[in-house]
């Protein structure tokens, strides 16, 4: 867990300090800069702590349940409770309207839907093959005017 000194700051200083912290991370705008900013700012702990909450939340808003989260990220099921308890906040609402308009996102979802198949269902996914995965869960539904 992470330590924090019992040394408070001033309400003023700590609002300052807080604002300066969220002005640099909107000045990051490349994946190569937040990596590597984030690379030496987190301990390697903190980022995988932090990973772990963000695949959790993204987890828990595709409908991935709590059950099937623990197995894939190896997280108890505390820690998803108190990922589910923050989910209806307007931040995380406002981060995944963007999220799921993204390309890349949705390309995501669907490699890890496969990951979830060969380590739910390895009899299956050996069987299928990734073609065959693709094709039985993953085929291009037909668009009709009904």
């Known amino acids: 867990m992470t330590q924090v000194s019992k040394r408070l700051l001033g309400k003023e200083l700590e609002q300052k300090v807080y604002e300066t912290f969220w002005e640099t991370i909107v000045k990051i705008n490349k994946k ?58 307007g931040g995380f609402r406002s981060f995944f309207e963007k999220v799921d308009r993204e390309e890349s996102w949705r390309s995501f979802w669907k490699d890890l839907a496969k990951t979830y198949i060969a380590i739910t269902h390895p009899d299956k996914f050996a069987r299928l093959g990734r073609e065959g995965v693709d094709v039985v869960y993953f085929r291009k539904k037909k668009r009709t005017l009904l």
């Open 32 to 89: 190569d800069d937040a990596s590597a900013f984030f690379g030496e700012f987190f301990s390697r702990n903190e980022k995988i702590n932090f990973t772990k909450r963000l695949s959790i939340a993204a987890l828990l808003h595709k409908g991935y349940d709590w059950r099937s989260i623990s197995n894939i990220l190896k997280v108890s099921l505390a820690t998803i409770g108190k990922m589910a308890s923050k989910m209806d906040s």
